[in-house]
């Protein structure tokens, strides 16, 4: 059994996409961000930075995990799926799994808190944010223009990506012009893991049906101006 301490944020599905995909047993913690539950010193312990998500493995001698992209390396590495095990193919997923940590979730986690979140809008921040996460959509379409998946064989590099990717229109980027990006995104979306996973923890329907934006964006604003980013 795996515990998974989450809110329903892209790199909090990350994760419950792959326990999903994997069909590996867990229980959910769902950690309330905007009341700074992450914040809270039993979960400082699992989650040093506190940020969700992260994992204890129960049947690892309660084996602690932090940080999404490390969690996804270990589920795969631990179950044997999502990621070859040859060097070469290996570091493919890891390529596009970095590309995904260290420029479509933070470009993306940007571009929300300048273009939603704060009150006073800066363009030239949004326009720098936006027109990156738009860069950065490129790359993945040209990949996808040839192969159906960024690494090989589905992984959990697709996952990782498109937990974020799926979120564009929030950040205020279309998908317009790129068909190969568009194809793998309603592919992914079509996927039943991943379909189970966007609803872990289960959204307040408030937010499924449109209403109760101005309380979210409320909640992120506190998280960013005392530097708890919803991401």
């Not at 933070?106 to 809008?121: C, T």
């Not at 498109?162 to 309603?186: N, P, Y």
């Amino acid at each position: 059994m795996i515990d998974l301490y989450t809110a329903a944020t892209p790199n909090g599905h990350k994760v419950s996409i792959a326990l999903e995909e994997l069909a590996l047993p867990y229980s959910v913690h769902a950690l309330e961000l905007g009341q700074l539950e992450q914040r809270r010193p039993e979960f400082l312990r699992i989650s040093p930075n506190g940020r969700i998500p992260a994992i204890v493995d129960r049947d690892e001698d309660d084996f602690a995990v932090f940080e999404s992209g490390a969690i996804l390396v270990y589920l795969a590495e631990k179950t044997g799926r999502l990621m070859p095990s040859d060097p070469k193919g290996r570091s493919r997923v890891m390529q596009w799994l970095m590309f995904q940590m260290g420029g479509i979730g933070p470009m993306m986690g940007q571009a929300n808190v300048f273009y939603r979140y704060l009150p006073e809008k800066i363009q030239p921040a949004i326009d720098r944010y936006q027109g990156e996460v738009r860069r950065l959509f490129g790359v993945l379409d040209e990949r996808l223009a040839g192969h159906e998946y960024l690494a090989g064989d589905y992984s959990i590099a697709d996952i990782a990506n498109w937990a974020w990717v799926r979120t564009h229109k929030w950040s205020g980027v279309g998908l317009d012009g790129l068909s190969h990006l568009q194809r793998w995104v309603e592919s992914l979306a079509a996927r039943p893991a991943c379909q189970r996973g966007i609803d872990v923890p289960p959204r307040p329907p408030r937010i499924k049906d449109g209403q109760g934006t101005d309380k979210f964006i409320s909640e992120a604003r506190n998280m960013v101006e005392t530097g708890q980013s919803r991401t």
